[in-house]
């Protein structure tokens, strides 16, 4: 029998239905395979798709353990929030740099041992500090690394290694810019990863110790390098 097929006037082109490229803008169907300043890597960013993964909400008690660099980025991250934050170093408060550009709702303790006994939703611990001291107080725990994970929309390249990682982050950064994409390098190599959220970027490069490892749990780069290992980091 004759089968029920169209037979009428072909479809009209994406042209004339207004599918096409507009005036400086890219097409409607657009593929994304040419990143470059002002357009995204991936259709994940350019959709400005956000998963929050239970990252840290406003109201909540987050303490953060050491107020070096990473330290005072991670409590200020964490204040911009709307989170309760506490900011504790067992070092004397003279003994300690930048503390004039914590965000002032940061309560600050210095000299003492880390309140960690307290009732607290978040431990966020600087690099170096030993786990066992904060393990066990039962808060989740999460590094800086961890929470600009959470917190950058864009993919993130990470390296790892026992040696030669700043210079194949900073590597990476220049093939990056170079190939036109807006990247920044952050992490180990002496910018805090925080640092890096609010940037307008393609992609993140970040230098991850272990340190920085042993406090992520959803921390999932879209390229992750491991560069060597020595026992000593085993």
């Given at each position: 029998r004759t089968a029920r097929l169209?037979?009428?006037?072909?479809?009209?082109?994406?042209?004339?239905t207004r599918l096409a490229r507009a005036k400086n803008r890219g097409p409607f169907?657009?593929?994304?395979?040419?990143?470059?300043?002002?357009?995204?890597?991936?259709?994940?960013?350019?959709?400005?798709?956000v998963t929050k993964k239970n990252a840290i909400q406003p109201g909540d008690r987050v303490l953060v353990l050491g107020l070096g660099v990473s330290g005072c980025s991670s409590a200020n991250f964490c204040a911009e929030q709307g989170?309760?934050?506490?900011?504790?170093?067992?070092?004397?408060?003279?003994?300690?740099?930048?503390?004039?550009?914590?965000?002032?709702?940061?309560?600050?303790?210095?000299?003492?041992?880390?309140?960690?006994?307290?009732?607290?939703?978040?431990?966020?611990?600087?690099?170096?500090?030993?786990?066992?001291r904060y393990r066990a107080s039962g808060a989740r725990i999460a590094g800086d690394v961890e929470l600009a994970g959470l917190a950058l929309q864009v993919p993130i390249v990470a390296v790892t290694g026992t040696n030669g990682k700043s210079t194949?982050?900073?590597?990476?950064?220049a093939m990056l810019n170079a190939a036109g994409l807006r990247a920044l390098a952050a992490g180990n190599v002496g910018t805090p990863a925080l640092s890096l959220v609010a940037q307008p970027l393609d992609v993140a490069v970040l230098e991850v110790s272990s340190?920085?490892?042993?406090?992520?749990?959803q921390f999932h780069p879209r390229v992750a390098v491991v560069l060597n290992i020595t026992p000593d980091h085993l």
């Open positions: 169209p037979d009428g006037p072909h479809s009209p082109p994406l042209r004339e169907l657009d593929r994304v395979d040419h990143p470059g300043p002002g357009r995204s890597l991936v259709v994940e960013t350019t959709l400005k798709i989170a309760r934050v506490v900011a504790a170093d067992e070092r004397p408060a003279d003994e300690l740099e930048g503390l004039d550009s914590l965000d002032p709702r940061v309560e600050v303790e210095t000299g003492g041992t880390f309140p960690i006994g307290g009732d607290h939703d978040w431990i966020v611990p600087s690099p170096g500090i030993p786990p066992e194949t982050v900073r590597m990476i950064e340190f920085q490892l042993e406090t992520t749990e």
